[in-house]
């Protein structure tokens, strides 16, 4: 199947479903938020830049949670009731996004999130668009997860953990406030023994495109998210 060459004066994409086996659909363009908007809308997303060019995917199975399906296992229920974390949202986008790029992983030579992923995303948190928990132990950042809040759904992009158990709390805290503000959809992208640990399940591309559509009809909560004291989320 053929790999597209993104026209760079226009922010369209080919259709998801032209992607090739691997779910390679197109490479080029730019990170600018129009263009991450609409990829993320569309149902692709950028995964690696190499030489200066951007590769967008859109794989088939897609990785989701649906919030209501989360399992938490009993080690992670001692982690909660031992209170060994404490959370916050939207307080260090960017030093979250360094610490995914920069925080090794034992299947993983080196990081896709370059200088200018770290750009684009954090212009798109300006706008109130993309959003990061954050893990600490103390006053030290030991673990988070950062992606993108459109309508209903959640995109999430990558997570990290300087500390055993902190980004599986990470996610789960979020995932809870997720559920309790209405939101019915994590993004995984792409399964992990990890992700799958957590209630993550693959579905059809056609099946994630037709969610897609739903999602249009809702709003989206934009600004500077941060929990309330009921575990919900609030825009500042």
């Keep these: 199947m053929a790999v597209y060459l993104l026209n760079p004066d226009d922010q369209l994409f080919p259709h998801a479903s032209l992607a090739d086996p691997s779910g390679l659909l197109a490479v080029g363009g730019d990170l600018s938020e129009g263009r991450l908007?609409?990829?993320y809308c569309n149902g692709i997303f950028p995964w690696f830049e190499e030489d200066g060019d951007f590769y967008w995917y859109s794989p088939d199975p897609r990785v989701v949670l649906f919030p209501k399906e989360l399992i938490i296992h009993k080690s992670m229920r001692s982690v909660f009731n031992q209170h060994k974390f404490r959370y916050s949202l939207d307080t260090c986008f960017t030093d979250v996004m360094m610490a995914c790029a920069s925080t090794p992983r034992p299947t993983q030579?080196?990081?896709w999130i370059t200088d200018r992923f770290v750009e684009g995303?954090?212009?798109?948190?300006?706008?109130?668009?993309?959003?990061s928990i954050e893990v600490w132990s103390e006053d030290r950042l030991v673990g988070g997860l950062y992606g993108l809040s459109v309508g209903k759904m959640f995109?999430?992009?990558?997570m990290f953990a300087l500390e055993n158990n902190a980004?599986?709390?990470?996610f789960i805290t979020l995932v809870r406030a997720l559920e309790k503000s209405s939101f019915w959809l994590v993004d995984c992208q792409v399964g992990t023994p990890h992700l799958e640990s957590l209630g993550a399940r693959g579905i059809s591309r056609d099946k994630y495109l037709e969610l897609l559509g739903q999602n249009t009809y809702n709003r989206t909560l934009?600004?500077?998210?941060r929990l309330n004291e009921l575990g919900m989320i609030e825009v500042e």
């Design 37 to 39: 908007l609409n990829a």
């Design 109 to 111: 030579d080196g990081t």
């Design 121 to 131: 995303y954090s212009n798109l948190h300006r706008q109130g668009i993309a959003h």
């Design 155 to 158: 995109f999430g992009e990558s």
């Design 167 to 170: 980004s599986k709390a990470g």
């Design 222 to 225: 934009m600004g500077k998210w």
